[in-house]
């Protein structure tokens, strides 16, 4: 069955005959194409042609999005974001709260002294109930949240309770 099979591909020109040893091994390496294809893959890709247009790109949103006519100007909006601008009334308060998350966010058992001394410094330098207040919410909420350093942060409070008790 294979040599009819063999014999009638050599007789259509198909298939030459390699001393009866099958057909000729394929083309190495990967040299250009030896034809042109055409059809779907004619718009391919060749190393160093530019890239074929995309005919789906750029031609604006489909039918369904369209809009009628120009687009409205944007206005411009006197509460726009601007990086670093405070939201509250007293933005010194904000920035002394900033500054004690920053360090609450370092803090680690091995530089725990360093960093508790550093935030009670700055709690210090503020000397008002309000600064405090919002630190104690601060330790609270991440307590709650990051339950792996709660044990840091009630030695923490502690520490702090012992340092007011001597300072008043």
Request: hydrophobic share 30%; proline share 10%; aromatic share 8%.
């Amino acid at each position: 069955m294979k040599d009819e099979f063999c014999n009638l591909l050599a007789d259509r020109g198909e298939w030459k005959s390699n001393n009866g040893k099958g057909p000729p091994p394929p083309p190495r390496g990967r040299g250009p194409s030896r034809h042109k294809s055409s059809g779907a893959d004619a718009d391919t890709w060749e190393r160093g042609k530019p890239l074929p247009p995309h005919s789906g790109y750029g031609r604006g949103p489909p039918p369904g999005m369209r809009v009628p006519g120009p687009l409205p100007a944007l206005h411009k909006s006197d509460a726009a974001y601007k990086v670093g601008r405070t939201k509250g009334v007293d933005p010194e308060e904000e920035a002394a709260q900033k500054a004690l998350k920053s360090m609450l966010n370092k803090i680690t058992p091995e530089n725990f002294s360093k960093i508790t001394d550093q935030i009670v410094e700055k709690i210090n330098e503020r000397k008002k109930a309000k600064t405090l207040m919002g630190f104690i919410d601060q330790i609270f909420d991440k307590a709650l949240r990051e339950t792996t350093f709660a044990e840091l942060y009630a030695d923490l409070v502690s520490k702090y309770v012992h340092w007011l008790d001597n300072s008043v």
